[in-house]
């Protein structure tokens, strides 16, 4: 178990008196830290213990049916490592290393102050799940992070505090030909080698860096979420000298005092799928010899219209506001291409232009050029979502039109960028759920078209506004 910030810890408290029982559950219920069940006797706690997982358990000595030594010998004797406080009154000490002795954790006498008492026994609890869950060594800790990392089947590691590498699963030593052994307990960047081919900061060693420092180290954000995890894609070299592109998602995660712990990365290859394109601005066709080796960035939406009104001439305006009249009022859309693309010659980076220009050929049925009229939209103005939608669109009308799951792939990134951003944006999870439906996935569309219906009848729905300043 590992648990990330603050969580709510179950305690079951064993007393057979009943208003000792509601102002002690009272008491540790008003910090907002635990939930507290109460029972009246062991033998009601040993019926429900089947069914019912505590983080700890207090128990009374003194109970009328079982008393609390012998419910912990049964509680041990069936494997249950719940962690046990036995609670009495004083004069009682060789019961307490008996009670020690059997396995539990802690022991506290009763006294006249019932505040000190209470407030001792609520400390006591936090500390023995601290040490169950997470234990004092680092060894411990380390074991349950290699556990959570190994068990998933994404190429996945994790960092701890100083920077060194505490595990490695097979699925990345498969995506990095770099054993564990190679890796483990190594810091001081070398563990990024085999990403880059030289040291350089990863995803997981930015999580606490403003947006900002993780464009600089050449990332591109696709989402954020405050005390979470983020994910970005960037690009990197391979052992063999060869160019990749890298989806990474890396989180904290923290111990039960809000304390950060290891930070842990998921890495993708998405070299050679349509998801690159979203990032890299190149389609199937674009000239092996392009040179672009810094992805665009963009810390906030672009003033789409604005731009054009900028540094552009107006003549770039001008033939803009032409082909726009061409496309939508007249039709005409051949003519309304020509616009666009004088505009284009005048000022070759103006996404709205590439973006209009795109639904203008989508509307002629050239989804070939319409795709890469999105894509450079998408690559001047990554954070804008209609250019997004729009190419994730065009991105599943080929895959439909082609049966081409990878197509499909690459439309269900897009707009799992788009919900990213807007969440209650019904369209875009209906879209994926399509996609998944045309691949075969129909347990997995459901989830997608479920959200999609949900949005709908709660009518939050956010539609995909174009934006413009005129």
Known sequence: MIVVGRALLSVLIIDDEPALLEVMQAFFERSGEMSVHTLLSATDALSILPENS?????????????????FLKI????????????FTGGGHERWAIEALNNGANFYVQKDEDPQTQFRKLFEMVKTTVEKTYLGKKLGTTRKIIMDMVNFSLDPCFAIDSDGKVVAWNVAMEQLTDTPAGEIIGKGDFLY??????????????????????IIRQKFMIVSR???????????????????????????PIYDMQGNFIVSVGIVRDVTGTFRDIVISGESPDAPENRNDT????????????????????????????EGINLYKKEKKYEEALAAFNKA???????????????????EMGDSKNALKSFVRAVELAPDTMEFLFNLG????????????????????QTFKMV?????????????????????????ESKLYFDRARDIHLWKNYTPIIPKRDF
């Open 294 to 321: 810094e992805f665009p960035q963009t810390s906030k939406p672009v003033g789409l219209f604005s731009k054009i009104l900028g540094t552009s001439s107006g003549k770039a305006l001008t033939y803009y506001k």
């Open 344 to 362: 284009l010659e005048t000022d070759d980076k103006l996404p709205l232009v590439w973006n209009d220009r795109g639904l203008c050929y989508r």
């Open 75 to 86: 509680l041990r004797s069936k494997g249950d490592t719940t962690p046990v406080i036995i």
């Open 54 to 70: 505590f983080d700890a358990i207090i128990v009374d000595y003194n109970l009328p049916d079982i008393n609390g030594l012998e």
């Open 225 to 251: 979420v405050a005390k979470g995890p983020i994910i970005a894609v960037t690009k990197g070299v391979k052992k063999e000298g060869s160019e990749w592109t890298l989806w990474s998602k890396a989180m």
């Open 393 to 412: 669109e065009t991105l599943h009308l080929i895959g439909e039109q082609n049966m081409s799951n990878k197509y499909l792939e690459s439309a269900i």
């Open 419 to 443: 919900v990213a951003k807007m969440p209650n944006n019904a369209d875009a999870w209906n879209h994926i759920g399509i996609c998944y439906k045309e691949m075969g996935q129909i347990e």
């Open 192 to 213: 990024t080698i085999p990403f880059f081919g030289t040291r350089r900061k990863m995803l997981v060693n930015l999580i606490f860096e403003p947006d900002e420092e």
